[in-house]
């Protein structure tokens, strides 16, 4: 993880444990979430949260040209955002395996049947990471059809960079494992609050 | 701002900008690095260069990529934007992240460099919609920042030589002054504009 990029955040210490919290709460979610759909135990742990300047996002997750899969979905109701489920293919053709009782195939390339699969489990991990918000916050968030994309990390993260740059500064990056069958696989959560969003979740944690 | 042996030829031009510029929009100029050690243009910022020196941009998505070049002298520019029109933007400071201000102001830099406005040339990449919604009704942030780019090249009546812009891919492009060619990687497919 390239974290050595500096920047003068305008979170504190405090907020970001605040943001950590939340992490683990929607990961334990998804974990659930993603443990009945596949029926196989799926752990989704959360090493690191931090938070990133937006146009840097596409260079802070690491190589910006690795082929990634990511799903898109935008909250609606009283709390608004965005959330994005970055995958390396690795995983997503694992899970697509499992939600379909295929044999695994780790070298074949993404059909549409992996999209719609994916596009599914994007759903439920986003839609788990909202619950956790909104039952935090006590506020409805609903999320919006997934949106799917394949290709370059660095192209995938200009959609939400692009999103988010006309109002914010910075991203709340949640780095994830995945661990099925002894192996861990890498993802990303990003969750991009609005400005009344982020004002209820510091209120929440008690920070002004 | 680190300086090889190869980059001598760029000095004198660089010594030319500390005159007074003029830029069209009255906004805080933004910081651009010249002769970036490794070259990459990175987002929403434009980086210019003289042969034999080589622009790239990682990682294109709905952003663009415009190159502008003079090939009298060898002069180019690489733009990488990522929104359509500074007049829509709420970030009034960091012009160079909308297509057209980018435009402008890398034309206006250039110029001031030596590049001479008539013999500019160039050449468009990027612009791609990444995410395939089931409903139609975003907006199609590529295609704007690619209609917008070219709008601002015909007003800074600059002929635009080829694009490729669209699709569902994201690109990495570079860019070689001295000969004006935009090499597009998209996956394992390469193409010369």
Same mark, same amino acid.
């Given at each position: ?208 | ?9 760029? *000095?004198?031009?660089?010594?030319? !900008?500390?005159? /007074? ?9 933004? $910081? %651009? =690095? ?37 090939? *009298?002298?060898?002069?180019?520019? !690489?733009?990488? /934007? ?9 970030? $009034? %400071? =960091? ?43 975003? !907006? ?54």
């Amino acid at each position: 993880m390239e974290n050595g990029t500096e920047f003068q955040s305008t979170y504190t210490p405090d907020q970001i444990d605040a943001l950590r919290e939340i992490g683990n709460i929607g990961a334990s979610h998804a974990s659930t979430a993603l443990t009945t759909l596949l029926n196989q135990d799926i752990l989704v742990d959360v090493p690191e949260c931090f938070i990133c300047k937006t146009l840097e996002a596409p260079y802070v997750l690491g190589d910006a040209e690795q082929s990634v899969v990511a799903v898109y979905l935008d909250a609606y109701g009283k709390g608004k955002g965005s959330m994005l489920l970055i995958l390396t293919e690795d995983i997503a053709k694992k899970m697509t395996d499992m939600l379909l009782w295929r044999n695994p195939d780790p070298n074949r390339a993404i059909s549409e049947e992996d999209k719609d699969a994916i596009s599914e489990i994007g759903n439920i991990c986003g839609s788990a990471y909202l619950n956790a918000i909104s039952n935090l916050l006590g506020v409805t968030m609903l999320p919006s059809p997934p949106g799917f994309a394949v290709g370059m990390l660095g192209a995938v993260l200009q959609y939400p960079a692009t999103m988010a740059s006309e109002e914010f500064d910075y991203l709340v990056i949640i780095k994830t494992h995945f661990v099925t069958d002894r192996q861990r696989f890498p993802g990303y959560f990003i969750y991009i609050p609005d400005r009344e969003t982020e004002k209820l979740l510091m209120e929440k944690f008690g920070i002004q | 701002m680190e300086y090889s042996d190869q980059m001598d030829s760029v *000095r004198s031009c660089e010594r030319a !900008l500390t005159g /007074a510029i003029q830029t069209p929009i009255s906004v805080v100029r933004p $910081k %651009v =690095n010249y002769l970036d050690k490794d070259l990459i243009v990175g987002v929403g910022e434009y980086k210019i260069v003289s042969s034999p020196l080589e622009l790239m941009c990682i990682g294109l998505g709905s952003c663009v990529g415009i190159a502008i070049w003079d090939s *009298r002298i060898d002069l180019g520019g !690489l733009a990488h /934007a990522m929104l359509p029109a500074y007049d829509e933007g709420k970030d $009034k %400071v =960091n012009a160079s992240k909308y297509a057209d201000s980018a435009t402008f102001l890398m034309v206006d830099e250039m110029v001031d460099m030596g590049a001479s406005r008539s013999n500019l040339k160039a050449k468009l990449a990027g612009g791609a919609q990444m995410f395939s919604f089931s409903s139609n009704d975003t !907006l199609n942030i590529g295609q704007r920042n690619a209609e917008s780019a070219k709008a601002a090249l015909k007003k800074e009546r600059i002929p635009l030589l080829a694009e490729e812009v669209g699709g569902n891919k994201g690109r990495t492009i570079f860019f070689t002054p001295k000969e004006g060619v935009v090499r597009i990687q998209k996956g394992s497919e390469i193409t010369y504009l």
